[in-house]
């Protein structure tokens, strides 16, 4: 157990709906990243926060957006879902966006399915 | 652009077939280097970090090594359970702080 979490673990929803996933990154960490995860693209990075504030964007769609709140915990909100947008999306923390400890970890993840 | 290629893509070993993986990398300057392995719909696992050409780290079964160039994960003595794949990334210095991940290395134990 990484001490990050993710919820909800399955999505399943329509295309042109929107759904949001959550993640609570290990105690006393302050970045979070989300990934996304798809067969035939391995492992993509969307978007870094620290301390609540944007650090870096990925391949991260315009129809994409995140945040983190002051609790630290962050969300993706993902909208006018398309087929190609059903993956493994993955949430993971570090301490700090620099320095020496920036290992990642990884949360268990949620499979968006769009139908 | 930084770049990160894992190989093979695929390895079938007997159990107690020792073997390595290779993660070679292109970056400007290395920060460091992760290993984790990912077992089938779950988040990968961490499981290394080396920062400097020479450094090796163990656990358990596994070995990771990294030279000015590549790195390899020695897994000696296999079993069933080490089934998974493993990914590597690469963190340059300077930049976004994002790591580079390869696309892995899918590892089959067989009894």
């Known amino acids: 157990d990484s001490g990050v979490t993710q919820t909800p673990k399955h999505l399943i929803t329509a295309t042109g709906q929107r759904v949001t996933l959550r993640c609570s990154p290990r105690s006393g960490d302050l970045s979070v990243y989300w990934y996304q995860q798809s067969l035939d693209q391995g492992l993509q990075f969307l978007i870094q926060y620290y301390n609540g504030e944007e650090r870096a964007k990925g391949n991260i769609l315009e129809r994409f957006s995140a945040q983190q709140f002051p609790d630290l915990h962050s969300e993706l909100n993902l909208s006018s879902l398309e087929l190609g947008d059903s993956a493994l999306y993955f949430c993971a923390s570090s301490p700090r966006d620099r320095g020496a400890q920036e290992t990642q970890y990884f949360g268990p993840g949620t499979r968006l399915l769009v139908l | 652009e930084d770049q990160v290629t894992q190989s093979p893509e695929a390895l079938r070993l007997q159990e107690g077939e020792s073997s390595s993986l290779n993660c070679s990398y292109t970056?400007?300057?290395?920060?460091?280097l992760f290993w984790y392995r990912q077992d089938p719909g779950k988040g990968p696992e961490f499981l290394f970090t080396l920062y400097s050409a020479g450094e090796e780290k163990e656990k358990e079964r596994l070995k990771a090594t990294l030279t000015k160039k590549e790195s390899f994960l020695h897994i000696t003595a296999p079993k069933p359970e080490d089934s998974a794949t493993y990914l590597c990334?690469?963190?340059?210095?300077?930049?976004?702080?994002?790591?580079?991940f390869g696309r892995g290395t899918s590892l089959i134990v067989h009894p």
């Open positions: 990334a690469v963190l340059a210095a300077g930049g976004s702080y994002i790591p580079t």
């Open positions: 970056v400007s300057g290395l920060r460091g």
